[in-house]
């Protein structure tokens, strides 16, 4: 019972905090008591499904937990009438019927808490780590990671911007269709950094968190459906992306539960019905005005297409790369543009370019594994397992670093 109790509660963590969080925050209309509400319902739910065995409906029970606490919370407070009329008066807490939380007809709180977080009247940074937050439960540490900036500044920043949703009085729904350009960046950003954090996670052993890539994709649908016929390309491009990111995921792993490189995968393990629905999505974003998701998605269209890996359109790849490193100017998509370059022109040409970029990437793990890699493609040994044992220092995934190892093994053994 005890090790059963453990799984749910890490289970329902990972796949239902955004909902639970956006459940809470309709009702209370504050995103710090929130989340402290949820939080201290699944501390909780640790020592008490322990003793009485897990509910039928766990979700439901953590929702209703977190309420009690939450208003328990607010009782404390020396105003709690005149706190509960602000918050109805400033919009945040919607009048509608009790959801049933023992069920799946629980409303979109999730579509509502994305547009909340993305209002113009925060920075956009801020906007997407505290959807991020709130939304795809990721910890401060991990978001930073997908803003390269130390976790202080990052828990500075999602301080700020709930008290200033809660001090504008920022009203908790999606809006209009006329306001929806504002706002659109900032969402499809955040809708793909969950989708990435699932797709290579920052801590713990799964280099996949298949909870996180589903939710991203399931959101990218509602948005897609919620502002067509005009769909921007935008959206379009963004849903192709993650349905080719995540149609690799089988192949992504060995039987031993070790990381496949791309050009070494099994395609035939790749789900095929992915691709299918995605591939038109890509002709379509790029029919319009394609940006950076919709660049991006061409790209892993062309990998793809490709029924082997060396039947790979490099060159067109990075054509691709070429349109999105004028249009980003990131030094993560020139990394990754050097890497397209190395697999048409060779290692010796990549390395240049990757080498430009050591002052902006030191830190950054992939940077010194992709140095690493055309090293020891050049037969540079050590070079390469200098360049190994700092990714290595880098890396927090546990699959990432096994891979990595192996590969320093591999240099390491050449080398004697």
């Not at 490189?261 to 379509?284: F, G």
Request: aromatic share 6%; hydrophobic share 40%; net charge negative.
């Amino acid at each position: 019972m005890l090790a059963n109790a453990n799984i749910t509660v890490d289970s329902v963590y990972r796949s239902d905090w955004g909902r639970i969080v956006a459940t809470l925050i309709r009702h209370f209309g504050d995103f710090e008591v929130a989340e402290e509400a949820a939080q201290e319902a699944f501390a909780i739910a640790v020592d008490q499904w322990r003793l009485d065995g897990v509910p039928d409906f766990p979700r439901a029970w953590i929702i209703q937990t977190a309420k009690h606490k939450a208003i328990d919370r607010l009782r404390r407070q020396t105003r709690f009438e005149e706190k509960l009329n602000d918050y109805v008066a400033s919009g945040l807490i919607e009048t509608v019927a009790e959801p049933n939380y023992d069920t799946d007809e629980i409303p979109d709180d999730r579509l509502r808490l994305i547009f909340t977080c993305c209002h113009p009247a925060l920075a956009l940074d801020a906007q997407v780590a505290l959807t991020l937050r709130t939304l795809g439960g990721l910890q401060t540490d991990e978001i930073a990671r997908a803003f390269l900036v130390p976790p202080t500044t990052m828990a500075q920043r999602l301080v700020r911007a709930k008290r200033k949703i809660r001090d504008a009085g920022i009203p908790y729904k999606v809006p209009e269709t006329k306001e929806m350009p504002e706002r659109l960046d900032a969402v499809l950003t955040a809708i793909y950094l969950i989708f990435n954090e699932g797709y290579a996670p920052t801590y713990g052993e799964p280099i996949v968190r298949a909870d996180l890539c589903s939710e991203a994709i399931r959101l990218g649908r509602l948005l897609r459906s919620l502002i067509a016929p005009q769909t921007p390309s935008e959206v379009t491009g963004l849903l192709a992306l993650m349905l080719l990111h995540d149609s690799r995921r089988a192949a992504r792993l060995d039987d031993a539960g070790d990381i496949v490189v791309l050009e070494d995968q099994d395609r035939t393990k790749w789900n095929q019905t992915y691709i299918s629905e995605a591939l038109p999505y890509v002709d379509e974003a790029l029919r319009g005005e394609p940006g950076q998701f919709s660049l991006e998605a061409a790209i892993s269209a062309e990998h793809c297409r490709a029924a082997r890996a060396e039947e790979t359109n490099w060159r067109r790849i990075i054509q691709l790369y070429n349109v999105l490193e004028t249009l980003t100017g990131s030094p993560i998509v020139s990394l990754n543009r050097a890497v397209a370059v190395a697999m048409a022109d060779g290692p010796q040409v990549a390395l240049a370019l990757i080498d430009k970029l050591g002052n902006e990437l030191d830190q950054y793990h992939l940077f010194h594994a992709a140095r690493a890699d055309l090293f020891r493609r050049m037969g540079s040994t050590d070079e390469a397992a200098r360049s190994y044992e700092k990714a290595l220092e880098l890396v927090t995934n546990e699959s990432e670093r096994k891979f990595l190892e192996r590969r320093l093994a591999e240099v390491e053994k050449k080398k004697s």
